[in-house]
């Protein structure tokens, strides 16, 4: 499958604290994406300094850090075609208040910063995603019997 891609997903506390982890997994497996990596952690200064490196000089940035860090968080590694964009389309916009309904941040999220959810923005960003939470013994990969039921032949080939 040519344009199988993969995904970070971070389930943010949150989504964690309001009890809404096995709601939102859900619509990943029924959408058909794969799941690699699963994993529950508590999120480091460091890591968070990297992760968001390009928030750094925001005045928000102490407040993101601090909220990403109240609680853990649940990190996920999703496999599909086209993955980046079709995870990001589950999710919704930012803001949970301009949402669409449907979506996770449209179903779950009122709030412009508590948006729930945090999906890889590029292939790029996702491979550097995928460094800073998941070792190598960390991510699975696996025959998935549904994709002859998900993916048509030439989308498998």
């Known amino acids: 499958m040519a344009k199988l891609q993969k995904s970070v997903v971070l389930l943010k506390p949150d989504a964690l604290q309001r009890g809404l982890v096995g709601e939102i ?13 699963l994993k529950m952690m508590n999120l480091t200064d460091e ?4 992760w968001y490196a390009h928030h750094k000089e925001k005045p928000f940035f102490g407040d993101l850090k601090k909220f990403m860090m109240s609680a853990p968080i649940i990190a996920m590694l999703w496999e599909g075609l ?14 949970g208040y301009e949402a669409e309904g449907g979506s996770i941040r449209g ?34 990969d696996y025959d998935k019997g549904e994709y002859l039921w998900v993916y048509s032949v030439e989308e498998r080939d």
Request: some cysteine; aromatic content about 6%; charged content about 30%.
């Open 25 to 37: 997994i859900t619509r990943f497996e029924k959408k058909g994406l794969k799941l690699m990596g």
């Open 107 to 140: 179903d779950f999220s009122i709030s412009g910063q508590l948006n729930i959810i945090h999906a890889s923005d590029s292939i790029e960003t996702a491979l550097k995603e995928e460094g800073l939470i998941f070792d190598k013994d960390e991510v699975f």
């Open 47 to 50: 890591l968070l300094d990297d």
């Open 82 to 95: 086209e993955a980046v964009s079709t995870v990001r389309k589950l999710c919704g916009v930012t803001k």
